[in-house]
């Protein structure tokens, strides 16, 4: 019986796992050559989207540590009130608030 609730635990951790920007991004890095580790030290997740390489997709969209933000820079917050815009403005990596704010967007 332990054996298949560890091994329950073990499937739904990478279940979990699997769904994260970090894991979908590995090996990404930012023009100075920083990985999403760097971002997650003190308060340089306030850099997030500042070393982005251009036309790639950035620290906010490649990292748990950083918050989501659409091509023009707002987050899931500006989309409250705003819902008919929820599937516009997709930065790089083409997630949109669709996907990104479940919370306010119901595409």
Do not use: R
């Not at 890095?29 to 390489?53: F, M, P, R």
């Not at 899931?76 to 919370?103: F, H, I, K, Q, R």
């Amino acid at each position: 019986m332990k054996f298949i609730l560890a091994l329950l635990a073990l499937t739904s951790a990478a279940k979990i796992k699997a769904h994260s920007k970090s894991t979908a991004a590995a090996g990404w890095t930012d023009s100075w050559g920083d990985g999403c580790d760097w971002y997650a030290i003190g308060e340089n997740v306030l850099s997030c989207g500042d070393y982005d390489v251009a036309g790639e997709i950035g620290a906010d969209e490649a990292c748990d540590e950083c918050p989501w933000v659409d091509s023009a820079g707002d987050g899931c917050d500006w989309y409250v009130g705003n819902e008919g815009w929820c599937d516009s403005y997709a930065p790089a990596s083409g997630v949109t608030a669709c996907d990104a704010c479940l919370d306010v967007c119901n595409c």
